[in-house]
């Protein structure tokens, strides 16, 4: 899955918006990141499954506990991934 299409997806874009703006520099619980929200529990973790397989989101256990947060040292890998995937469309759109 391609970064563009990981971070195109509007309840994505909700939850990486929670996850910046949040207080918590440990990251959130998916029960926190539910209220702030109003998404479901479900929908909420898959769409974190999905931004924690892309690399943009990290999970730490403590205990029983995972909190989630955005991984501020991959952001520049990320940014490059994008760069590469925009570079891509450009050239299907105009061969």
Do not use: W
């Amino acid at each position: 899955q391609s970064i563009l299409t990981a971070i195109g997806g509007e309840t994505r874009q909700i939850i990486l918006l929670v996850l910046m703006e949040s207080d918590c520099e440990s990251g959130m619980r998916v029960g926190e990141i539910t209220a702030k929200t109003h998404l479901s529990r479900p929908a909420v973790s898959h769409q974190l499954k999905i931004l924690k397989d892309i690399g943009i989101v990290k999970m730490r256990e403590e205990g029983t506990k995972n909190f989630y947060h955005i991984d501020v040292s991959a952001k520049l890998n990320i940014l490059r991934k994008l760069v590469m995937d925009i570079e891509h469309l450009m050239k299907e759109f105009y061969q």
